[in-house]
């Protein structure tokens, strides 16, 4: 049985920088696509970013674009998500996200596999 675990989250201030880690156990990492996805209060689960199983190519919600950067390491079983310059908007529950032999994964409804959640709270 696959597991996802995140770590990283925090309080930070605008303009701050996080790093998010999610660890995959059970399964084979690399068969799987992953992605993040994010909530906040009082709104639906929302796409942030993902990376191409294939060739780890990756995509980005237009309102983290430029600023958080995923990435893997398939040696650790371990996906990443950098953020920079964070805005009050930023804030929400992150969530990693896996789906078995998946190519791509960017919608909610695609998801095999949730992680538990990291809470960002970003101030100004």
């Known amino acids: 049985q696959v597991q996802l675990v995140e770590s990283g989250g925090g309080k930070v201030q605008t303009g701050d920088s996080l790093r998010l880690s999610c660890v995959l156990s059970?399964?084979?990492?690399?068969?799987?696509?992953m992605a993040w996805f994010r909530q906040a209060p009082g709104k639906e689960r929302e796409f942030v970013a993902a990376?191409?199983?294939?060739?780890?190519?990756?995509l980005y919600a237009d309102s983290v674009n430029g600023r958080f950067t995923i990435s893997r390491d398939n040696t650790k079983n371990t996906l990443y998500l950098e953020m920079n310059s964070l805005k009050s908007e930023d804030t929400a529950v992150y969530y990693c996200?896996?789906?078995?032999?998946?190519?791509?994964?960017?919608?909610?409804?695609?998801?095999?596999?949730w992680g538990q959640g990291t809470q960002v709270t970003v101030s100004s």
């Open positions: 996200a896996a789906k078995s032999l998946g190519i791509v994964l960017t919608t909610a409804g695609e998801v095999d596999t």
């Open positions: 059970g399964r084979t990492f690399s068969n799987y696509a």
């Open positions: 990376l191409r199983r294939t060739n780890s190519r990756t």
